[in-house]
């Protein structure tokens, strides 16, 4: 098997703006917390629509206070199912030696039971699960591995990953059942939205699980407005699926932008993320985007401006073979020996073998107050706006379909999508530049695969590489939702000097796109190579519109691999999206 991606560029006027993955969700409402407390303070009457948290007993209206009273699990409604054996007793008082266990990327199998298993004989009180639970868009079936593993009463906190978005939302999706879950959680309280943007205390502890990179928006924003309440807490973990290149040992790009690290860094907290099968961690760093390293001493002294950023990726799902390691997880006990400002973390694998181990030492305070830079780099996503800014066509009949579900990667198809930029992501007249630019998108499932039952819809070791192509000039076609138009054949050219061409045209320059290790994989998210040189015209040009054309190859017809579109149930929610570096002079 064989896919070519190609992509290309066309420029057309200004539109309106859309988010990345998430924002176009039907059920999202991570910006309407950010709103909330934006104006919080102010004369605007702002008020919330919680109707999504009615199953949610530990969801409040507000921040919740850094103390939080306990509260007993009724046990009865667990019914048959199995119940974890009961660890220490603790008072509202007790907050010695807090027992937390951090990792993400689970699938379904031995593998994560053992690793479950192995976090529950620790002792764990609460663990945070970095996203990626089954890899098969089937929440009934993770919620079953963890009741069946460790017990219904399982004390955990979740964030999505990029193999969550589909099944996330919706009545029994992964966010419906891990809010009610909640409930299990000893002395928790939480606000915003779940996993996305939320904020929970714990004994004294401030967690905030964030859908940076995969779904949702305003991710640093409500990290900074939120954890600025909690300037007294020693201990604040700041939690994500996924990594920027520079702070992992794989092969991720970069997936997040560095505001949310640096956000959490000038409030002290530990940055916790897995996206990539392994384990590592940083030493104590003062700037992640410049990697300057505060200290190499393993006695990480955490304080405002200065933290570590760490990677438990295994789970379960699988492991890298170029790390020496089994299925394994991150095990930290908080306020060490009763003292509040000390930590023992060790990264433990399922045998009971200890890989690393490190101390941690907190100053609390309010956030580090740093130089203004006189540049910065922003990272923008910017999504699908309209199902009639995806279009696919027919090289061979010329036919045009709008918003299709699934863009097929085979041979006399090609796709262009629209993107609108405005201004305030990029204003080449004010002195911005482009530093970088790429295309997102999500594997689409095969057709026919249900999601209903355990096994995986992936292709791996099938596919071995996809390449981006260049700069593309002709018109691109417009049309409106559920059209389908039979257009001519026409010359190619510059769109600004052309009205009247209907065909999808693209240039010859070419990038190579592979992804050696994994083959394409549905449900994962492939981020392609810089495409800063094929998207900066149209940035540069004051059109505000930039349009990109991709097409794929495929010998073997009977095994058609696409991207998705415009998903059934869930829209533009995984259309995909550009994602754009920007240097800015503030």
């Known amino acids: 098997m064989h896919h070519t991606l190609l992509i290309a560029l066309s420029i057309g006027v200004l539109g309106q703006l859309s988010q990345a993955f998430g924002a176009h969700c039907p059920e999202d409402s991570s910006a309407a917390f950010v709103h909330f407390l934006r104006h ?30 306990s509260s007993s699990f009724n046990s009865s409604s667990i ?22 266990a951090i990792v993400g990327d689970f699938g379904l199998g031995k593998h994560p039971k053992k690793v479950l298993k192995m976090i529950d004989d620790w002792g764990a009180e609460l663990t945070v699960m970095t996203g990626d639970f089954d890899y098969v868009d089937h929440p009934a079936a993770f919620m079953d591995l963890i009741d069946n593993s460790v017990g219904e009463d399982f004390p955990f906190v979740a964030t999505p990953g ?28 939480c606000f915003g939205e779940y996993g996305v943007n939320m904020v929970c205390t714990w004994r004294g502890m401030v967690i905030l699980l964030s859908g940076v990179g995969s779904l949702g928006q305003d991710h640093a924003e409500f990290v900074d407005a939120t954890v600025a309440n909690y300037n007294s807490a020693p201990w604040k973990i700041c939690a994500w699926h996924k990594n920027q290149a520079k702070y992992q040992t794989g092969d991720k790009s970069d ?36 990697t ?72 609390p305070g309010p956030a580090s107050v740093e130089p203004r830079a006189t540049r910065v780099t922003l990272h923008h996503e910017v999504g699908i706006a309209s199902v009639t800014d995806i279009l696919s066509q027919d090289t061979a009949s010329g036919a ?47 057709r026919g695969w249900t999601g209903d039952g355990f096994v995986k ?43 009247s061409s209907s065909v999808i045209e693209m240039g010859a320059e070419r990038v190579e796109w592979t992804h050696e290790g994994e083959g394409w994989e549905a ?22 519109e930039v349009v990109l054309v991709f097409e794929g190859t495929n010998s073997l017809e009977d095994e058609i691999r696409a991207v998705y579109g415009v998903h059934e149930e869930i829209g533009l929610c995984v259309s995909p999206n550009l994602v754009l570096e920007v240097e800015r002079i503030v």
């Open 400 to 446: 045009i379909t709008c918003g299709a579900v699934q863009l097929d990667l085979r041979a006399g198809v090609r796709h262009a999508l629209r993107f609108h930029v405005p201004l305030a992501l990029f204003d080449a007249a004010r002195g911005d530049v482009l530093l970088r630019a790429h295309l997102q998108v999500m594997g689409a499932h095969s």
């Open 79 to 100: 019914g048959k199912k199995k119940k974890r054996k009961k660890h220490r007793r603790r008072s509202d008082s007790d907050n010695a030696d807090l027992k937390v």
């Open 523 to 544: 449900g994962e998210v492939w981020v392609s190579p810089d495409i800063g040189a094929v998207v900066r015209e149209g940035l540069t040009e004051d059109f505000g």
């Open 255 to 290: 997936e997040t932008g560095y505001e949310i690290y640096e956000t959490c860094r000038r409030h002290g907290a530990i940055i916790a993320t897995s996206h990539e099968h392994s384990y590592e961690r940083t030493h104590l760093m003062s700037d992640f985007e410049s």
């Open 162 to 189: 990029n193999h969550d978005i589909l099944k996330w939302y919706g009545k029994g999706g992964y966010r419906d059942r891990l809010m009610k879950r909640l409930e299990v959680v000893d002395g928790i309280s």
């Open 40 to 69: 919080r303070s102010t004369n605007v009457s702002i008020s919330l629509n919680l109707n999504q948290h009615q199953s949610c007993a530990k969801c409040v209206d507000y921040l919740p206070s850094l103390v939080s009273a």
């Open 457 to 499: 819809d992936s292709f791996r070791g099938m596919v071995r590489g996809i390449r981006v192509g260049g700069l593309v000039f002709g018109t691109v076609p417009s049309c409106s939702k559920g059209v389908v138009l039979t257009v001519q054949e026409g010359e190619s050219g510059d769109l600004r000097r052309r009205t």
């Open 292 to 363: 300057k390293i505060a200290s190499k001493d393993n006695t990480l002294r955490i304080r405002p401006g200065e933290t570590f950023a760490l990677v438990s990726g295994l789970g379960g799902e699988s492991l890298r073979i170029w790390q020496n390691a089994k299925y394994e997880a991150l095990l930290c006990t908080f306020n060490k020996g009763g003292v509040t400002t000390k930590a023992h973390c060790k990264w433990q694998d399922v045998k009971g073998r200890i890989h690393d181990s490190f101390r941690i030492e907190s100053t």
